[in-house]
């Protein structure tokens, strides 16, 4: 790329210095050049339809040289005002008599500022095409001189648009001495350089005598001084420099080295690396080929683990057609963690330089590990290789063996073309122990935050045709048997096909590929026959962070993302999940995510389904899930311990809620929840930073159906709202599997719109408000038999006495056909006023009952009184018509978990004195009665009431004064009417 930004500069500047010249020329001819500056103007947009511009004065020399100092000059682009070229200054002059002779003799020329933008279009085309001449005649050779070139401050561009790769020289400066064909010249040169492909920003300096003879392909650098440092081939902080003296004349294969070395050093991935080369002298001459010791040397040191190596090529004597060294002989050392290694290698050489084939027929060699963790605290290992290189027909083959300790590893490798090598090869081990062979280190992994996609582009360069076989492979706690797999790499893409490998008891199959290695599109098609992800899954007993984040889950690493294939698992195991016949199609576009379809039987489920994410630093989910059946309740885990008692103060916490972007809908055709069962479930999600619906929310159950909506807000404090009918629906089995509850059953509808808000479930209960309302036929309520209680009326003593609150019993229960009741519901307390029941032998008209039944504190206050209605003979035997239209009150009250039951007998009395005993009892008893019931005298009834006389207000005169017997204690009023009433009341029961 390199020759590519020099020879565009050449073409860019030499063509700007043509112009130059030519406007020297023109403007030479006459008196005052200044005159013609815009006809030299409109010539040239005239002939290559771009603008020059010239400012400032043209200064002229005609004898005996021809010269000018120009100032600033700019070219635009062709057809575009876009400056293509520029000069700030540009001051030249030449020779005027040797210019006959085709000989051109200049001065040293000074540029300074000169700017070229090199652009090379989609089509192919650049943008100086037009400044090329079209002509085919073959041009003529002029000899030239040039005194001298000394360019400052200068720059050229390159962009490439169907690459998108840019490559930039600034800062130039430019100083040489006398310049002229085939002969040596003084350079020194400083700029700086940046690319994009690959990444490139370092600053470079050369200076030497160089000669470049293109006719004898002869080329020469005496006094190399080079360095270049900045960021480069991947690594920063590099630095390179080379000094020594060079000739070379490669078409006859004679080359003279004298005391070259190369020095490099930079960081890589972490790494400190650092190579030095020393070539003391090397002589290839026609008949003759020596060379001193040639040294290598390389070293790494990565936090603290270091490696070292030197390699030595020793005197090579001979000829160019047989050449030989007494050998290659190198030392390896390494710290990694407490593990060292230390190893030595030799092997002959021998070479032929006029064919340029060169062979190292056996370098052998041998390994000493010392590491306390191995068995031994040692082991040790031998290898040898041999290689053949064909120069001239670009071929490689060599062969190699390894054995360390119980690992064992063979193979060869063919290599042709070196402009693009082509690579083919066999390896083949029969056990690799990597837990021996690799350390693991204790340094932690570098996270990284990078979410673009992996640069493989060097693989365009790789051809890989090649097969790997490797019985056993251990490594940590994993097993992995019977690899084999072929290896192909085309330059467009990489395939790994016929992966067959066991895994622990995984048997895996398929094929991965990798392709468009700019931005690479991962392939792959994988078969495994079961799955045991327990042995994956690490358990860290370190304590969870329960602290949770408001902030969405950042997945801009699959930003990196590009895949297109599908896996499929026959048996997969998850804890006390097993799930079999797993397929997923995986696309990725570093845009969004999909996976479709997903599908799976898990346990007893048939779930199809697809998922979608896009958006990655801000997720938003997409989903739509089909399942035949699901029985939740097996995925919910409970534990054995007892529950904390809550006091319903406890906060929650929906912040996740805050973060999810989503929206779809899954379908379920039968679901237990909570060990409540439903069928045909339809579910619509649809969240938004915090607000989340549930619509629709449908589902059958138990005989009915239900439709309604969930609507959270977590955006500040939580508020929810929850609408729900249910039609035709059990009650009875409903409560039973949801709250374990069989206090009420009954068929029909349940009508709920509620709100409320809270940052706790003590607060949502209390804060809960809307309606509610209830609908049933052909039910009971279970807890408490109100007919059979009334049968009982005969063998209860205390008759007037209200019955003792009694705890539900489940046995008993009161049917009715029918029942509603509408409730209010404010604050947690639910209030109701309207309830209505049809009985057998009871009604409960709208109005006769009220009560509250207060959500928030879980407890009920609740008086219901149903009338006796004339349907009891027949039906249980007795004959209560006398009860015939008396309200019987029904007290319930307590707790949720422990309700109450209770009737009032003694409420029953008093009504029973105000219709049946009114028209028992007739004249002045009867009045009693009436006026002690109504507002009369209250004394005077209860006296007429017992039979009693009024008491005189005085004893008759003359009478003698008797002693007065002690006088008994008055009854209350009270208890007066209780005592009679009861009377009564036996004779109607017939006590």
Do not use: C
């Amino acid at each position: 790329m390199m020759k590519k930004i020099l020879k565009y500069s050449a073409y860019g500047l030499g063509g700007l210095i043509a112009l130059v010249l030519l406007l020297v020329t023109i403007v030479a001819l006459t008196f005052n050049p200044n005159d013609y500056k815009q006809k030299v103007i409109d010539l040239v947009q005239e002939k290559k339809q771009r603008t020059l511009k010239l400012e400032g004065d043209i200064k002229l020399a005609f004898w005996p040289k021809i010269g000018a100092d120009l100032g600033k000059i700019s070219l635009s682009e062709h057809k575009n005002s876009k400056e293509f070229a520029s000069v700030t200054s540009v001051k030249v002059s030449l020779s005027l008599l040797p210019l006959l002779k085709k000989e051109l003799i200049v001065d040293t020329v000074y540029i300074d500022g000169a700017q070229a933008n090199i652009v090379k279009y989609k089509d192919g085309t650049t943008n100086f095409d037009d400044l090329l001449s079209k002509e085919d005649e073959e041009s003529q050779d002029i000899k030239f001189d040039v005194d001298g070139v000394k360019v400052t401050n200068s720059a050229v561009s390159y962009t490439d648009e169907s690459s998108g790769a840019n490559y930039a020289i600034s800062k130039f400066n430019l100083t040489s001495g006398h310049i002229a064909l085939a002969e040596p010249v003084d350079l020194a040169t400083d700029f700086t350089i940046n690319a994009n492909q690959p990444e490139v920003a370092a600053e470079a300096k050369l200076k030497g005598n160089f000669l470049v003879d293109p006719a004898t392909k002869h080329f020469v650098a005496k006094g190399l001084d080079a360095q270049i440092k900045g960021i480069l081939f991947g690594g920063k902080d590099v630095n390179i420099s080379a000094t020594g003296d060079i000739d070379a004349k490669p078409d006859t294969r004679e080359f003279l080295v004298d005391t070259l070395k190369l020095v490099a050093s930079g960081e890589f991935s972490g790494a400190k690396l650092s190579l030095d080369l020393n070539a003391p002298k090397l002589i290839a001459q026609k008949d003759e080929v020596s060379s001193k010791n040639v040294t290598v040397s390389l070293s790494q040191d990565k936090a603290g683990d270091t490696f070292k190596a030197n390699l030595v090529l020793a005197d090579i004597k001979g000829s160019p057609k047989a050449l030989q060294s007494s050998g290659i002989t190198g030392e390896i050392a390494g710290v990694q963690g407490k593990r060292t290694i230390n190893g030595k290698f030799s092997s002959p050489f021998t070479g032929n330089l006029e064919s340029l084939i060169f062979d190292v027929p056996k370098l052998a060699g041998n390994l000493d590990i010392k590491d306390p963790s191995l068995p031994n605290g040692a082991m040790q290992g031998r290898f040898d290789l041999s290689l053949h290189t064909d120069v001239k027909n670009e071929l490689v083959n060599s062969k190699f063996n390894l054995n360390i300790d119980e690992t064992k590893l063979n193979g060869d490798m063919a290599v042709a073309s070196f402009k693009k090598p082509s690579i083919k090869f066999n390896l083949n081990a029969d056990k690799l122990n990597l837990n021996k062979l690799i350390v693991k280190s204790s340094q932690p992994a570098a996270k990284t935050s990078d979410s673009k996609p992996a640069d493989l582009s060097a693989l365009k360069a790789l051809l890989l045709d090649g097969k790997l076989n490797v019985d056993s492979i251990l490594y940590d706690k994993y097993q992995i048997s019977g690899l084999n797999v072929n290896i192909k790499a085309d330059g467009e893409k990489l395939a790994l096909t016929g992966l067959n490998v066991k895994l622990d008891d995984s048997r895996i199959k398929g094929s991965i590929g990798i392709s468009h290695f700019a931005k690479p599109l991962y392939t792959f098609d994988i078969d495994i026959d079961q799955l045991d992800v327990d042995k994956y899954v690490s358990t860290s007993n370190a304590p969870a962070n329960n602290k949770a984040s408001d902030k969405p889950l950042d997945l801009s690493a699959l930003k990196a993302l590009n895949a297109d294939g599908s896996l499929r698992i026959g048996h997969l195991k998850y804890g006390k999940t097993n799930a079999s016949n797993i397929r997923i199609d995986l696309k990725a576009d570093g845009q969004k995510l999909n996976l479709s379809p997903l599908a799976a039987k898990v346990d007893d489920s048939q779930i199809n389904a697809s998922v979608g994410i896009a958006r990655f630093s801000d997720p938003i989910y997409s989903f739509n899930v089909n399942i035949d059946k699901l029985d939740a309740d097996k995925y919910i885990t409970k534990s054995n311990a007892p529950a904390a008692k809550s006091t319903g103060d406890t906060p929650i916490d929906l912040s996740a809620l805050k973060k999810l972007n989503a929206s779809g809908d899954a379908k379920i055709g039968w679901l237990k929840l909570a060990n409540v069962t439903t069928q045909n479930v339809n579910i619509g999600l649809n969240a938004d930073r915090g607000v989340v619906t549930v619509s629709p929310f449908a589902a059958n159950l138990y005989q009915g159906s239900m439709s309604g909506l969930l609507k959270v807000d977590a955006r500040a404090t939580p508020s929810i709202t929850f609408k729900q009918n249910m039609k035709s629906v059990s009650i009875g089995p409903l409560m039973v599997d949801a709250i374990n509850n069989n206090m009420l059953e009954g068929k029909g509808t349940v009508n709920i719109d509620v709100t409320t808000s809270g940052n706790s479930v003590g607060a949502l209960k209390k804060a809960l408000a809307g309606n509610a309302s209830l609908g049933l036929a052909d039910g009971a309520l279970k807890g408490v038999d109100i007919a059979g209680s009334i049968r009982e009326l005969k063998s209860k003593v205390n008759l007037l006495g209200a019955k003792d609150n009694v705890g539900a019993d489940s046995r008993k229960k009161t049917d009715f056909s029918e029942l509603t009741a509408s409730f209010a519901i404010k604050n947690g307390v639910a209030h109701n006023e309207d309830l209505a029941m049809k009985a057998p032998i009871l009604r409960l008209e709208k109005g006769d009952s009220r009560g509250d039944i207060d959500i928030g504190n879980e407890s009920i206050n609740y008086l219901a009184k149903p009338t006796i209605v004339k349907s009891l003979k027949g039906q249980g035997g007795a004959d209560l018509d006398a009860l015939a239209g008396i309200a019987i009150p029904v007290k319930i009250t307590g707790t949720f978990s422990n309700p109450k039951y209770g009737m009032d007998f003694a409420a029953v009395g008093t009504a029973l004195a105000k219709s049946n005993l009114l028209d028992k009892v007739g004249g002045d008893k009867g009045t009693a009665v009436k006026a002690l019931i109504g507002g009369g005298d209250k004394v005077d009834a209860i006296s007429g009431l017992l039979g009693k006389k009024k008491p005189a207000e005085a004893a008759p005169a003359g009478g003698s004064a008797q002693p007065a017997a002690p006088a008994e204690k008055p009854k209350s009023a009270q208890d007066q009417v209780k005592d009679k009433a009861a009377e009564k009341l036996k004779d109607v029961f017939k006590f």
